[in-house]
């Protein structure tokens, strides 16, 4: 483990092997339907890219981008989301992919702006869920792993644009953010 980090707390083993199991469940619920996946920027490149491949149906890949953090370990409050989806939706059965989700912010506002394009049904999945630091009301549909009150890093997620290629996901230590 690099020195700047001080736990691993969801091994690459133990991230693949949850994947698979979330990628079956997807495609037993999704049976037959016509599935959009739709990845959140950046955070997801890395789950999307990996979970997508254990979702056994015919799916349209598409991405929006959200950004909060810049340079913080703690959200802003504020998210910048595209507002504008640039593809159709309407009709369609989507699955918003994320990273995290932390205080629920920016899967709030990205939810009510894909379901005021009307989607056939919308859920959501997140690789990680921090159900401590809620500030908003917010539950997916699919979870990968519930993750303890921690700035964490690897498998897509980043501090300061760094660590995101991390083939697992590891607390930083406290003092290279603070
Ligand atoms: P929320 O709007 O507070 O739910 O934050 C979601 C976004 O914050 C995620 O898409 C991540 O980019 C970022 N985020 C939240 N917690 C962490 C973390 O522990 N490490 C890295 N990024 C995080
Ligand atoms: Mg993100």
């Known amino acids: 483990m690099r020195d700047d980090l001080r736990e691993i707390l969801f091994s ?3 991230i693949e092997k ?25 955070g ?7 979970i997508a491949r254990h979702i056994e149906l015919d799916c349209e890949i598409r991405f929006l981008t959200a ?3 810049g340079f913080a ?7 910048n989301v595209d507002k504008n989806i640039e593809f159709d939706v309407d009709g369609k059965d989507v699955l ?3 990273d995290i ?32 630091r809620r500030q908003v009301p917010f539950t997916t549909d699919y979870t990968g792993f519930v993750c303890p009150n921690e700035f964490v890093v690897g498998y897509g ?5 760094r660590y995101r290629n991390l083939p697992y996901v590891a607390v930083l230590k406290p003092e290279i953010y603070s």
Request: proline share 2%; aromatic share 6%; charged share 25%.
């Open 96 to 98: 918003i992919i994320e």
């Open 73 to 79: 370990s703690v959200s802003s409050g504020k998210v």
């Open 12 to 14: 690459e083993e133990q």
């Open 157 to 161: 997620l980043d501090y300061g644009e």
């Open 67 to 69: 950004s909060s953090y």
């Open 44 to 50: 997801c490149f890395v789950f999307l890219a990996d």
């Open 18 to 42: 949850r994947i698979k199991e979330l990628g079956a469940e997807i495609t037993r619920d999704y049976k037959g339907k016509q599935l959009m996946l739709i990845g959140v920027l950046k």
């Open 101 to 132: 989700l932390d205080s629920g912010i920016t899967l709030t506002a990205l939810h009510a702006i894909v379901a005021k394009n009307k989607p056939a049904s919308l859920k959501t999945c997140t690789l990680l869920d921090k159900p401590e």
